[in-house]
Structures are given as C-alpha cells and as structure tokens.
Nanobody
Framework: VQLQASGGGLVQAGGSLRLSCAASGGTFGNYRMGWFRQAPGKEREFVAAISQFGSTFFEDSVKGRFTISRDSAKKILYLQMNTLKPEDTAVYYC??????????????????WGQGTQVTVSS
C-alpha cells in the first residue's frame, strides 16, 4: 500500500488543522492505520491509531484534542487536530500495517509509511 499525507500548514496556537492520508495499491480496510510525528531533534513518536474495526488509541498528550477517523470508501485516513499547541509542531507521518492489534498494540509495528507533512503551531 502507498500512502500520501497532506493538510499540514502554519496555524496559531489554539487553532485547528485536519491532516489527510490517501491510500492506494491495497485493500484499505485490511490495514490498521496510524499517525506519528517527529519534531526537530527528537525521535519519532506515536500520535494516534485506528484499527481495522474502528477502535482507536491516542497518545496521552493529544487525548481530547485530536480525533482519528477513516473513510473506507475514499481510502483516506484523517487526523483532526484541535486546540493546537506549539509543542505539536512536527512533521506528521501516516502509517499502515495489516496485522491486527488493539490498545497499546496499535502503537507499534507499522510496515508502510507515507511521506511527512509539516505542522507548525505558532505561539
């Protein structure tokens, strides 16, 4: 499966952005999907994920602010980011994997990655 992320940009603190990740070349419903981010000088970190059955899991720092969803008909993964903070500034990546997982298992083992999209939150 090929993934292409989009929707990043520059936003003021407190604002919102919606990231999209378009999938092609595979059966979208067979993959659990995730969002990760990497800030300058830091390691890539997990943000949110959604299983093949729609169960979700979020990193603590984004709980209550971010929502993850998937549109199987359009083969698109979304990340709705509200109440953005400067510390959310990073390159955001989408990822996919065919293995089933729930809860903490949704954080790891992703074989397919898209290119990143930059999110910058100004204070």
């Amino acid at each position: 499966v090929q993934l292409q992320a989009s929707g990043g940009g520059l936003v003021q603190a407190g604002g919102s952005l919606r990231l999209s990740c378009a999938a092609s070349g595979g059966t979208f419903g067979n993959y659990r999907m995730g969002w990760f981010r990497q800030a300058p000088g830091k390691e890539r970190e997990f943000v949110a994920a959604i299983s093949q059955f729609g169960s979700t899991f979020f990193e603590d720092s984004v709980k209550g602010r971010f929502t993850i969803s998937r549109d199987s008909a359009k083969k698109i993964l979304y990340l709705q980011m509200n109440t953005l903070k400067p510390e959310d500034t990073a390159v955001y990546y989408c990822a996919a994997d065919p293995r089933y997982a729930v809860g903490l298992g949704l954080k790891t083992w992703y074989d397919y990655w898209g290119q990143g999209t930059q999110v910058t939150v100004s204070s």
